[in-house]
């Protein structure tokens, strides 16, 4: 008999006790590829730079039977808004290596959390599990149903990279706060649009 423990195991799990875990479908279809930058496209450069040009586009849609939702540890259920258009977090080409395709789930709700400054919530459990302090109040109240909660734009960036985190084999500490980092300074300008 093998008595050693499975690092692996163990490993998701410390990831679920410290930042939850997603369940739930959704759907992505291509719409488009926009600019990234149009004044660099202007000036001829796309024959060098290419697809660092342009970020592509797609339509998410929640699955009504099993939406996606991620679980935090303390009992507290997160929901993106049922439809919006996405750009799975406008990482640059030459950045594609810092982002897992797991990894998009957290995107799935930051980006809805940009466009209407808010998410949806439920707790209908509360756990004992770790909390996210940064939260509203209201977003970590006992509810049954899921309501929409407002949160500012620090509220959302911390949320992203927390969810990074909730993709075991997927985001280390270096990885999350470069994400974080990332979003809060070139975010601005999506928040304020």
């Given at each position: 008999m093998d008595d050693t423990l499975d690092i692996k195991v163990l490993d998701k799990a410390w990831y679920m006790a410290r930042f939850g875990?997603?369940?739930?479908?959704?759907?992505?279809?291509?719409?488009?590829s926009d600019p990234r930058w149009p004044h660099l496209m202007r000036w001829g450069l796309t024959r060098w730079l290419g697809r660092m040009l342009v970020v592509d586009i797609y339509e998410f849609r929640l699955d009504p039977d099993d939406p996606l939702t991620w679980?935090?540890?303390?009992?507290t259920e997160i929901q993106p808004d049922r439809h919006f258009e996405t750009d799975q977090g406008s990482v640059?080409?030459?950045?594609?290596?810092?982002?897992?395709?797991?990894q998009f789930r957290a995107f799935y709700l930051h980006d809805p959390s940009y466009i209407h400054h808010g998410l949806f919530f439920r707790r209908k459990h509360i756990l004992s599990g770790r909390?996210?302090?940064?939260?509203p109040v209201e977003a970590t109240a006992p509810c049954d149903t899921f309501r929409f909660v407002a949160?500012?734009?620090?509220?959302?960036?911390?949320?992203?990279?927390?969810?990074?985190?909730?993709?075991?084999?997927?985001?280390?500490?270096a990885?999350?706060?470069?994400?974080?980092?990332a979003v809060n300074l070139f975010g601005r300008r999506y928040w304020e649009t």
């Open positions: 875990y997603f369940t739930g479908k959704f759907s992505l279809t291509y719409l488009r679980h935090l540890p303390d009992g640059p080409h030459l950045l594609n290596w810092l982002i897992t395709r797991g909390s996210f302090d940064f939260l949160l500012d734009r620090n509220q959302s960036d911390r949320l992203l990279g927390m969810g990074v985190g909730a993709v075991p084999d997927c985001g280390n500490a990885q999350r706060e470069a994400i974080y980092d």
